[in-house]
């Protein structure tokens, strides 16, 4: 069998199991919850990661049976799981589901779901709201939990975006601070769930060889790449209303750098983890919108539902800087947008070159900075380029290249996927990849600048790198990507 097709393996030995739950998913017929929650609760299941009293209750406005979820969330596992459904495993999951309708106004037949399936668990199960709803559904749902007598010392995940600018964050928390305290709310970024994206903490705290240059001294400048090939599709409502910038780099790029730039924590505790994150969010200069490139592909006007006139970026370059001992003066660059060259998710440390090239290049060309590569996607690696002698009586170099891949490296049928693991640490309570209110709200602070006073969008070709504005933003660098071929 491939890995893709590999049963996954007991993974419970090696991770907590955490305590009974019933765990209640909002919005558990759209989008989301058919791509990734459905199939992701499944697979924690066949690890042995879920508690070992369950009870899924699904709800939605829409009216349906416990069969009919059953029946949809069979579908969503077939289409979007990994590896072949086992008809006993899929059993076992099934029992645990179970669905009432709901909204805003009434979740009085959610209410009495919860305590039926608290009775068939026993015990004092603790309950997980997950809200895979558009952030304006929040505070509604937030508000009629707490009418409801589901809150207490439950917790709450919570999608992204968190707001739209500053005030709309502050806003939310404090509905949201209303019923749950500030240790029960998970603010989902799946990007931090990522193997890869954890994966520069370990590499970096965990070998003597990177820490000691992991600094202005020795890095030149940073990129977080996250390009896509796709166009808005049929998201015109919510890509209008959110562009990229919003939908992107607050929520995920920033993130990112966070972990990226934190100083080296006491501890791997979830609270110090986070509090070093944060530290870096304090550090960032508020964006200059000089620094700020906006771009539309091509056609995005005549999407079904965009408007005329819209000025809604579908590309964002920009550059941010952290005022701190460690990177002042190393600019990191962000960059995403839609219909583009190609689908990457892309983290590149960029080393200063030495002073003094003691040898030529064999091609005579500059083959700029030593680079450690960080590739995000899925199941990911780590790659680092230097230059290396060329075979030859002559003493010329020449670009080489030292990878690590999951694939080759450890069993990818035990990996948890983003979703997967974020649940999971949820379960547990552990906040160590989730995001916290001040630093929801610092990073709004410091998109203010460009929110208020937005640039032009610059047009671009699909297929193309973007605008050739986000060229000249990054000069006299460039962007690059491994194997790109620029």
């Known amino acids: 069998m491939s890995a893709t097709q590999t049963a996954p393996a007991k993974l419970g030995s090696g991770m907590r199991t955490p305590g009974d739950h019933v765990i209640v998913l909002f919005g558990a017929t759209g989008d989301l919850a058919r791509r990734k929650v459905l199939p992701g609760l499944y697979?924690?299941?066949?690890?042995?990661?879920?508690?070992?009293?369950?009870?899924?209750?699904?709800?939605?406005?829409?009216?349906?049976?416990?069969?009919?979820?059953?029946?949809?969330a069979h579908a969503a596992v077939v289409e979007f799981g990994r590896g072949e459904l086992e008809p006993e495993a899929w059993d076992a999951f099934a029992a645990g589901l179970s669905y009432a309708s709901s909204d805003a106004a009434d979740a009085s037949a959610l209410a009495d779901a919860v305590d039926r399936a608290k009775e068939q668990i026993g015990r004092s199960p603790r309950l997980l709201h997950y809200l895979s709803v558009p952030p304006v559904a929040f505070a509604g749902i937030v508000e009629a939990l707490g009418a409801n007598g589901l809150t207490g010392d439950g917790r709450v995940i919570l999608e992204k975006p968190f707001g739209t600018d500053l005030a709309s964050a502050r806003a939310l928390n404090a509905i949201v601070h209303g019923l749950f305290d500030e240790s029960q709310i998970f603010r989902i970024?799946?990007?931090?769930?990522?193997?890869?994206?954890?994966?520069?903490?370990?590499?970096?705290?965990?070998?003597?060889?990177?820490?000691?240059?992991?600094?202005?001294?020795?890095?030149?400048?940073?990129?977080?790449?996250?390009?896509?090939?796709?166009?808005?599709?049929?998201?015109?409502?919510?890509?209008?209303a959110t562009g990229a910038f919003r939908d992107m780099i607050v929520t995920h790029l920033l993130q990112v750098v966070g972990f990226v730039a934190m100083e080296p924590p006491t501890s791997t505790a979830p609270q110090e983890l986070v509090d070093r994150k944060i530290d870096v969010f304090r550090a960032l200069r508020p964006l200059d919108p000089t620094r700020v490139v906006r771009g539309q592909y091509d056609g995005y006007l005549d999407e079904e539902g965009v408007a005329a006139d819209s000025q809604t970026e579908t590309f964002v370059a920009l550059e941010a800087l952290i005022d701190n001992d460690r990177w002042r003066g190393v600019p990191f660059y962000?960059?995403?947008?839609?219909?583009?060259?190609?689908?990457?998710?892309?983290?590149?440390?960029?080393?200063?070159?030495?002073?003094?090239?003691?040898?030529?290049?064999?091609?005579?060309?500059?083959?700029g900075p030593n680079e450690l590569v960080f590739e995000v996607a899925e199941?990911?690696?780590?790659?680092?380029?230097?230059?290396?002698?060329?075979?030859?009586?002559?003493?010329?170099?020449?670009?080489?290249?030292?990878?690590?891949?999951?694939?080759?490296?450890f069993c990818a049928a035990n990996q948890l996927e983003a979703y997967?693991?974020?649940?999971?640490?949820?379960?547990?309570?552990?906040?160590?990849?989730?995001?916290?209110?001040?630093?929801?709200?610092?990073?709004?602070?410091?998109?203010?600048?460009?929110?208020?006073?937005?640039?032009?969008?610059?047009?671009?070709?699909?297929?193309?790198?973007?605008?050739?504005?986000?060229n000249q933003l990054i000069a006299p660098r460039r962007w690059h990507l491994p194997g790109d071929g620029r």
């Open 334 to 367: 962000l960059r995403t947008g839609k219909q583009l060259a190609q689908g990457r998710r892309v983290i590149t440390i960029a080393y200063k070159e030495p002073e003094i090239q003691l040898f030529p290049l064999a091609d005579g060309t500059n083959h």
């Open 189 to 240: 970024d799946h990007f931090l769930g990522k193997e890869t994206v954890q994966n520069i903490l370990a590499l970096r705290f965990s070998n003597g060889m990177f820490e000691p240059v992991w600094n202005r001294e020795h890095i030149d400048h940073v990129q977080i790449d996250v390009p896509e090939t796709l166009s808005i599709g049929s998201r015109a409502g919510f890509y209008e």
């Open 43 to 72: 697979h924690l299941d066949r690890a042995g990661l879920l508690p070992a009293g369950y009870r899924i209750v699904g709800t939605s406005r829409r009216p349906l049976s416990d069969e009919a979820f059953r029946a949809h």
């Open 420 to 470: 997967e693991r974020l649940i999971h640490d949820a379960l547990l309570g552990d906040r160590t990849l989730f995001t916290r209110a001040d630093g929801i709200e610092r990073l709004w602070e410091v998109a203010t600048p460009l929110l208020e006073h937005p640039p032009a969008v610059d047009r671009y070709a699909p297929g193309s790198w973007g605008p050739d504005s986000s």
């Open 379 to 409: 199941p990911g690696g780590i790659s680092a380029s230097f230059l290396a002698k060329v075979p030859g009586a002559t003493f010329e170099l020449g670009p080489a290249r030292m990878e690590f891949r999951y694939d080759d490296s």
